[in-house]
DNA sequence: GTATATTGTTAGATTATTCTAACAAATTTA
DNA sequence: TAAATTTGTTAGAATAATCTAACAATATAC
């Protein structure tokens, strides 16, 4: 009888992954000190606990080189994220909290291991595919849908948008969206851009209107509409 | 500058001082080898992880002696107590599952240290005084009501009770009472107690009866309705 | 293209949590 | 009460996750 105990990660091994996940995805390349700068440890606890996720098949290391995910261990790590995203979702759509304060939450509950609990939040929520900052939620397979959203920095004058999710959750961001009215789902008409600054004058919710730093538009990510004149 | 950083206690003395916590309000007295076999360990790593909690100021421990949780000690353990149990509602109450199966999630879930997502729980359930098997929540400050519910066994023929709590809530148990629509909040009538194996039999629900045995009375508590006779 | 700075590695130590082996104290049984 | 059993302790070791100090490789700057 084959007696294959194959070792759940740890909590502190699934704060790895999912580090390594998600610089991969920002960065390409993932090196130690940016790993341990995200993880805030030093470099010699990130090189060796590389070395323990390398033995236990889910990344692939060699001294001096990018650390890189294998299947194995993208599979995991997108399992963790999909645990955290529903649980902002949850948090958010059942629970009534504000998108600003779920990150710190779902940081927690991400490293419950009882699947029904999540399976139960899924079902009530209706299978959604993204959290509430707009990012895909991996399915139970850990496959990613990809979804291709452009920037508002690269909208032109004219244009029509739909707000739909953000390349930056921080507290600090999703407050100063909280404090414009800004919510994912908006319509937003680019009225003008400022060629010296690149800031984009926009219009919404049919009267408001916002200048937005270009810092701000590269952070929105947007569904543009096709151009009405069909020039494309 | 007094820089006291009070250590959080990690998941592993949580569930120490949960262990110590339920035995005492079991069994009274707290010996090592209840607690290592309680929580599946050693006795010496039982023995050490005391002497730590009472380095700590958690409980206090001699050589020999039974083991007894300090004021803070128990106040620790009631408010994990208290995270256990209002999550156990929550999953009842709020996401549909069945009281056999939170026990596993709550496990889990109880470690979580958002302050924030427990209190939302709270509210939304309308701050619930007991969890599904009629155990108390003890409040923000640790405090538990008394409840003093009785065994069902100590009911006589002809008194009427309302199934309030249970003094075991193995699944296997709990199953059970599934089985014969036993409800938390069930009225219940003693219609006869055998004397040979103090067996009762019951009606409920304006039909159904039921015999039960003396092993299952002794774990069902209830609140007794004051004889009509006045006998008391 | 050398000097400087950054990044990465190794070695060695620390703390938390656990174990087994060996022995000691307390309790139960006969 | 003496023997047997149970309970508890100490000592010593192992693993996980972390650190600092010292050194090595790679990358950047002049």
Same mark, same amino acid.
């Given at each position: 009888m084959i007696n294959q105990i194959v070792q759940m990660a740890s909590t502190t091994e699934e704060n790895y992954l999912k580090a390594l996940f998600n610089l991969a995805n920002e960065r390409g390349e993932v090196n130690i000190s940016e790993l341990a700068n995200q993880l805030e440890v030093s470099m010699p606890t990130a090189n060796s606990m590389v070395k323990t996720l390398q033995k236990a098949g889910s990344c692939i290391y060699e001294k001096y080189k990018p650390v890189v995910l294998t299947p194995k261990g993208k599979k995991e790590a997108a399992l963790i994220v999909r645990k955290h995203r529903l649980t902002e979702m949850f948090l958010v759509?059942?629970? &009534?909290?504000g998108w600003e304060e779920v990150h710190e939450i779902a940081e927690q509950v991400? #490293?419950? #291991?009882?699947?029904k609990f999540f399976e139960r939040m899924d079902e009530m929520m209706g299978y !959604?595919?993204?959290? !509430? #900052? &707009?990012s895909p939620i991996p399915d139970k397979q850990g496959r990613i849908q990809d979804l291709q959203f452009k920037s508002l920095s690269e909208a032109k004058p004219g244009q029509e948008v739909i707000l739909a999710a953000l390349s930056d959750s921080s507290t600090e961001f999703l407050e100063y969206l909280n404090s414009r009215k800004l919510t994912l789902g908006t319509e937003l008409k680019i009225i003008s851009k400022e060629a010296f600054d690149q800031s984009i004058v926009v219009s919404f919710l049919d009267s408001e209107k916002e200048t937005l730093s270009q810092k701000v538009c590269e952070k929105l990510l947007v569904k543009i509409f096709e151009s009405k004149d069909s020039s494309q």
């Amino acid at each position: 009888m084959i007696n294959q105990i194959v070792q759940m990660a740890s909590t502190t091994e699934e704060n790895y992954l999912k580090a390594l996940f998600n610089l991969a995805n920002e960065r390409g390349e993932v090196n130690i000190s940016e790993l341990a700068n995200q993880l805030e440890v030093s470099m010699p606890t990130a090189n060796s606990m590389v070395k323990t996720l390398q033995k236990a098949g889910s990344c692939i290391y060699e001294k001096y080189k990018p650390v890189v995910l294998t299947p194995k261990g993208k599979k995991e790590a997108a399992l963790i994220v999909r645990k955290h995203r529903l649980t902002e979702m949850f948090l958010v759509t059942k629970m &009534g909290f504000g998108w600003e304060e779920v990150h710190e939450i779902a940081e927690q509950v991400e #490293h419950i #291991h009882a699947s029904k609990f999540f399976e139960r939040m899924d079902e009530m929520m209706g299978y !959604p595919t993204v959290d !509430p #900052h &707009g990012s895909p939620i991996p399915d139970k397979q850990g496959r990613i849908q990809d979804l291709q959203f452009k920037s508002l920095s690269e909208a032109k004058p004219g244009q029509e948008v739909i707000l739909a999710a953000l390349s930056d959750s921080s507290t600090e961001f999703l407050e100063y969206l909280n404090s414009r009215k800004l919510t994912l789902g908006t319509e937003l008409k680019i009225i003008s851009k400022e060629a010296f600054d690149q800031s984009i004058v926009v219009s919404f919710l049919d009267s408001e209107k916002e200048t937005l730093s270009q810092k701000v538009c590269e952070k929105l990510l947007v569904k543009i509409f096709e151009s009405k004149d069909s020039s494309q």
